[in-house]
């Protein structure tokens, strides 16, 4: 009479006694479990840490000839055409009357600034002396102390004038930073929802012909900035934290452990 072994293992005893099929099952639901913890834990890991607040790409049209343009705010992730939403800014393609040279002239301009919530009616972007946004690469400081250029409440990217003649004849050159068109950042400061000044970045898209044109010119990409009122380099986004690298470790030792159990369960003897 054949004396049978015993496996060493109570787990290798009941992986022995599933069926191949019942066994296929949960080899595939430890796995998706395994892939679900890295995914979702490290992700949520993340958003509650970061103190660089990213949007995301976002490729926000800004409307051509229209004076409202878009509302962004900022706390909430959220842009909108409309003026009586929540909003910390506005970015606006303009076309309207003015006083060129001391001449009546028609005026078309990309403006940014801070519009209808009270505590950001002073919200203020990085330009030069003269009030032109500046136009800045990736890395440099936005913040108490920037890397370079003031901050001043209203400013254009770019802008033209026009006479007031039937044929539309410029009086003037496109001027502003932004004028020769190509993608660069903005630096802004904002009031956050905590009442506090954070500061941050907006990468924009300008196309000078589109502008001149009279058709839509300038995009919005994404934005970021600091909730912690500190400094943002242009181009920062948020860098996984070491919380959600240890949750990325854990799903590694899942996915191990599953694969142990199921080699174990292939040696172990058939009765």
């Known amino acids: 009479m054949r004396k049978e072994t015993k496996p060493d293992s109570g787990a290798a005893e009941s992986q022995a006694a599933l069926s191949p099929h019942l066994r296929r099952q949960l080899d595939r639901y430890f796995l998706a479990c395994s892939a679900t913890t890295i995914v979702v834990v490290a992700g ?61 002239a028609f005026y078309h ?15 203020a972007t990085l330009t030069t002396t003269l009030g032109e946004t500046l136009k800045l ?35 003037g050159p496109l001027m502003g930073q932004w004028s020769s ?15 506090q000044t954070d500061y941050g970045w907006m990468r924009i898209s300008f196309d000078p012909t589109n502008f001149l044109n009279q058709q839509i010119s300038t995009v919005v990409i994404d934005w970021a900035y600091n909730n912690s009122g500190g400094p943002i380099l242009t181009g920062q986004i948020p860098e996984p934290s070491s919380i959600a690298l240890a949750f990325l470790g854990a799903g590694a030792v899942g996915l191990a452990l599953w694969r142990q159990r199921r080699q174990q369960s292939q040696d172990t003897p058939q009765a």
Request: glycine letters at 16%; hydrophobic letters at 35%; charged letters at 10%.
């Open 44 to 104: 949520g890991v993340h958003d509650a840490k970061a103190a660089i607040i990213y949007s995301g790409t976002k490729n926000v049209s800004i409307p051509a000839l229209n004076a409202a343009g878009i509302y962004f705010d900022f706390d909430t992730n959220t842009f909108s055409p409309s003026p009586s939403a929540p909003a910390d800014a506005n970015l606006f393609d303009v076309y309207g009357t003015g006083t060129y040279n001391g001449q009546a």
């Open 109 to 123: 301009g990309v403006s940014f600034f801070g519009p209808n919530n009270a505590i950001n009616n002073a919200l």
């Open 137 to 171: 690469g990736a890395g440099v400081t936005v913040g108490p102390n920037p890397s370079s250029g003031v901050f001043g409440r209203e400013n254009d990217l770019a802008n033209q004038w026009y006479t007031g003649a039937a044929d539309g004849t410029r009086t």
């Open 181 to 195: 068109g190509g993608t660069g950042f903005l630096g802004f400061r904002f009031v956050d929802k905590n009442g």
